[in-house]
């Protein structure tokens, strides 16, 4: 039997969504150990002189527990 556990973090990028999910999960694996998935929570942009200056997404990380 394996126990995990979910956590919540925030990742940006000026280039994409898809790229703020990769820093995300890269970032989070460098501090959690056995990372399974993660699922796109909320995503939003920020919006400078009428144009999106970043990508912003809310993720949930899925890690199983050791022991």
């Given amino acids: 039997m ?3 556990r979910v956590t919540e973090i925030s990742a940006t990028s000026t ?3 898809d790229d703020a ?3 995300g ?3 989070a694996s460098e501090t ?4 399974v998935s993660a699922w796109v929570k909320e995503q939003s942009v920020k919006v400078e002189n009428g144009k ?3 990508y912003q997404v809310n993720l ?3 890690f199983v527990l050791e022991g």
Avoid: D, G, I, P
Wanted: charged share 25%; no cysteine.
């Fill in 60 to 62: 949930m990380v899925t």
């Fill in 25 to 27: 999960v890269e970032r």
């Fill in 15 to 17: 280039k994409s969504f």
């Fill in 32 to 35: 959690l150990r056995n990372v």
């Fill in 21 to 23: 999910v990769e820093k």
């Fill in 2 to 4: 394996s126990v995990a």
């Fill in 52 to 54: 999106v200056a970043h």
